[in-house]
């Protein structure tokens, strides 16, 4: 069982920076794949960022590719989300997921989820 707390999630200017934080409970941590997604009101959940276990492995979703940054501290249980240059269609409630096994882009195979943290992105 691991149990994932968000934070980080606030009001930020477009163009403007934040940093998501995911801690996790447990002492598999290591063992899990990480996940980011984001839903917007009226929207299906989406992919933003996974990565491997080990951090050795990265994945980003086409619109956030180039600007966002996912990072792994298993020594501290907790996966990063860094976020640059947002604009206002990043606003979205963004949950962390983590799952045993290979990492992936699709949500359905997450296991366990945060209960989410709010970003909204001023213009």
């Known amino acids: 069982q691991v149990q994932l707390v968000e934070s980080g999630g606030g009001l930020v200017q477009a163009g403007g920076s934040l940093r998501l934080s995911c801690a996790a409970s447990?002492?598999?941590?290591?063992?899990?794949?990480m996940g980011w997604f984001r839903q917007a009101p009226g929207k299906e959940r989406e992919f933003v960022a996974a990565?491997?276990?080990?951090?050795?492995?990265?994945y980003y979703a086409d619109s956030v590719k180039g600007r966002f940054t996912i990072s792994r501290d298993n020594a501290k249980n907790t996966v990063y989300l860094q976020m640059n240059s947002l604009k206002p269609e990043d606003t979205a409630v963004y949950y962390c997921?983590?799952?045993?096994?290979?990492?992936?882009?699709?949500?359905?195979?997450?296991?366990?989820w945060g209960q989410g943290t709010q970003v909204t992105v001023s213009s």
């Open positions: 997921a983590a799952r045993l096994g290979v990492v992936v882009t699709y949500p359905e195979v997450y296991n366990y």
């Open positions: 990565i491997s276990w080990s951090g050795g492995s990265t």
């Open positions: 447990g002492r598999t941590f290591s063992s899990y794949a």
